[in-house]
């Protein structure tokens, strides 16, 4: 099995495009938030590829993908996921999405529901307006040079160790400022911050979320799919995950976590997620029942051309 630290490399319509891969069996894509990369997942990774053939690429513009003058929307990122797989020969999916790579996830979903079989949303994006205020600043003009300033080596050193310093207090409220001085290194390389930054343009603006999937959430009855949050995240609120598609989602929110549930409790993350993927066949694009699905819109439950659906689950 390949290791779980080692990076592999693909050229897809001309850019470099990083992932990791490990296990065997039916597949998982795994896709991280804003500013950080594929090794968000590697704490959960090995107990997930006992059963699976887990993937995790570097989103472009981050990690160790190419940083193009491209397109960073959540259009643009779901058709760069399609045409990855695609190149590694995995044709359906599981996806699994991390805050902004919950998004993508969402998108990926509604674009191609023929290749994906369940979703699992951890502290995504798209169900909410509410954001913490340091994303929201990155929108505002001049927050590029901002951001280049704050990151200049002379103080970047003493700003990385205080953030990881005061990740270890014992305080809900700064909980995950390891990952955050994480991100702020990365954020030094100019082109990092500049496809941040657009990222961040298609999706936020000052005021907060302006792109949402929740008018058409009503699609997840044909999906399996997952919601996990952190109790104590500060990023995106935990109240978003009550917006979570219904009625076929699980929901768990876990205690003792914040934005990284994933990172605060791999083993129960990976262990949710497997018992998920047990509990629930994958999804089977069938065009007509999508096709009646999207006439009939929110306001009706399908009738003979819909799947049963399972009933929802209280917030654990």
């Known amino acids: 099995m390949e290791s779980i ?16 891969i490990a296990g065997s069996g039916p597949a998982l894509l795994l896709l991280h938030g804003l500013a950080c990369d594929s090794s968000t997942w590697v704490d959960v990774m090995p107990a997930l590829a006992e059963h699976h053939t ?29 045409d990855l797989l695609t190149v590694l020969g995995i044709d359906k999916v599981t996806v699994i999405g991390h805050s902004f790579g919950g998004g993508v996830a969402m998108q990926f979903a509604y674009q191609f529901p023929d290749r994906t079989e ?23 003009p ?6 280049a300033v704050a990151t200049m080596r002379p103080w970047r050193p003493l700003v990385r160790g205080a953030l990881a310093s005061l990740s270890r207090l014992p305080i809900s409220a700064t909980r995950d ?20 930054q657009r990222v ?16 058409r959430s009503y699609l997840a009855r044909l999906m399996p799919v997952m919601v996990i949050w952190g109790r104590e995240d500060m990023v995106i609120p935990v109240s978003h995950a009550e917006s979570a598609p219904s009625p076929v989602s ?25 018992q998920f993927i047990e509990a629930n066949a994958p999804a089977h694009y069938h065009r007509g029942r999508w096709r009646a699905l999207l006439k009939r819109g929110d306001q009706h439950e399908l009738e003979s051309v819909e799947q049963p659906a399972a009933p929802r689950p209280a917030i654990v």
């Open 54 to 82: 887990v993937i995790a690429p570097d989103l472009l513009g981050h990690g160790q993908s190419d940083k193009p003058n491209a397109d960073y929307s959540l259009g643009g990122y779901a058709n760069g996921m399609r």
């Open 250 to 274: 699980d929901v768990h929110v876990l205690e003792d976590s914040g934005h990284f549930p994933h990172r605060d409790h791999p083993e129960q993350f990976a262990r949710l997620v497997q």
């Open 177 to 196: 400022l390891g990952e955050v001085a994480r991100i702020y290194e990365s954020l030094a390389d100019p082109a990092l911050r500049t496809a941040v």
């Open 142 to 147: 001049g927050s590029g040079m901002a951001i």
């Open 200 to 215: 961040t343009s298609h999706v936020v603006d000052w005021r907060g979320q302006f792109v949402t999937m929740t008018d």
């Open 118 to 140: 369940r979703v699992v949303l951890v502290s995504t994006g798209g169900l909410g307006k509410e954001v913490t205020p340091l994303i929201r600043l990155m929108t505002v």
């Open 5 to 20: 630290e080692d990076v592999q490399y693909v050229v897809v319509h001309g850019h470099r495009r990083a992932y990791r």
